[in-house]
């Protein structure tokens, strides 16, 4: 009888486990969601739509939607695909799903469709006012101050204004100016602490599924003090990987800091300013977070102003 030495059996059995460890491997990095994929895939939608290639854009948002569900925001672009295709029962769904996702009533205004006769118009118009009735029971997300249904930041952010106006009241002068930094640093702590809550999960973290596309959080952090966002930014690239937030907030958290203290930008989140005061490089950096360039990310949430 031929016996193996017990090395042998050792040296199998770790074989075996490391077999077994690499498949899990693969099978972990294949169903890995990593919505950072996600924003750069619908980057590429954009672009089909913009040369008019519907079929295709609808074909990646179908994968997209299989593996990661659709954000409002490719909702909203299925619509107007959907409409490009001619299948406007279809195109009605995804535009009454992009309402109830919280999406902006106003694309469907901005962003309407081109019609090619007056039937269409008709249709639309029913469309319209279909939202209008679900937005009216289910009105907006804050957004800034024009908003109606709180967020986790719509104190701070509204206590954050209102202190602004006080102070421009104080006038001007070194005892007033120091009385007014003084004032504006103490309250900072309150943003500071805000989201020292939503990492600690002692308060959800403002989501895209919960928040729909409000730039509120935006609003928010970048008046967290400059040094606490910096401390705090591994957090926030963690939640654009879990699909939390849009890439613009994780920009904003890394450049708000960096324009505060004067120092280079690395996405070039302040879309108005020129290339002075940015890392060079920054093109590449955007598409690596799924922001991409200025022209598909102004496509993509459907702003249309001129410049960076």
């Known amino acids: 009888m031929n016996v193996r030495p017990l090395w042998q059996h050792l040296e199998i059995m770790y074989k075996t486990i ?10 972990t990095e294949a169903v890995a969601q990593n919505y950072i994929h996600y924003h750069q895939k619908s ?10 290639d519907t079929a295709k854009a609808l074909a990646l948002l179908a994968k997209l939607e299989k593996r990661y569900g659709l954000m ?11 409409v490009a295709e001619g299948d ?9 799903k992009f309402i109830e996702q919280h999406g902006v009533f106003g694309w469907l205004d901005i962003g309407a469709p081109p019609f090619r006769t007056a039937a269409d118009s008709l249709w639309y118009q029913g469309v319209f006012n279909e939202g209008l009735a679900y937005h009216k029971v289910h009105p907006d997300i804050v957004d800034g101050l024009t908003g109606t249904i709180p967020t986790v930041v719509t104190w701070t952010n509204r206590a954050h204004q209102n202190l602004l106006d006080s102070l421009n009241n104080l006038g001007t002068g070194d005892s007033a100016d120091s009385l007014t930094q003084a004032l504006y640093d103490a309250f900072r702590l309150s943003h500071d602490a ?17 928040n729909g596309t409000s730039t509120e959080f935006q609003d928010y952090i970048l008046h967290v003090s400059p040094a606490h966002m910096v401390a705090c930014q591994k957090y926030l690239k963690r939640w654009l990987k879990q699909g939390l937030i849009y890439p613009e907030d994780y920009a904003a958290s890394i450049d708000g800091p960096a324009y505060r203290l004067s120092l280079p930008m690395t996405y070039k989140f302040m879309r108005y300013s020129d290339d002075h005061g940015v890392k060079s490089g920054y093109e590449k950096r955007r598409w690596k977070i799924g922001m991409g ?14 410049g960076e």
């Open 18 to 27: 490391i077999f077994v460890l690499l498949v899990m491997a693969d099978r």
């Open 43 to 52: 980057l590429v939608v954009q672009e089909y739509m913009a040369q008019g």
């Open 72 to 82: 409002p925001t490719e909702t909203f672009a299925r619509a107007t695909c959907l």
């Open 88 to 96: 406007t029962a279809a195109a009605r769904r995804s535009y009454m």
């Open 194 to 210: 805000t989201l020292d809550s939503m990492i600690a999960g002692e308060l959800p973290v403002f989501s895209i599924q919960a």
């Open 293 to 306: 360039t200025d022209r598909l990310n102004r496509l993509r949430f459907h702003r249309f102003h001129s």
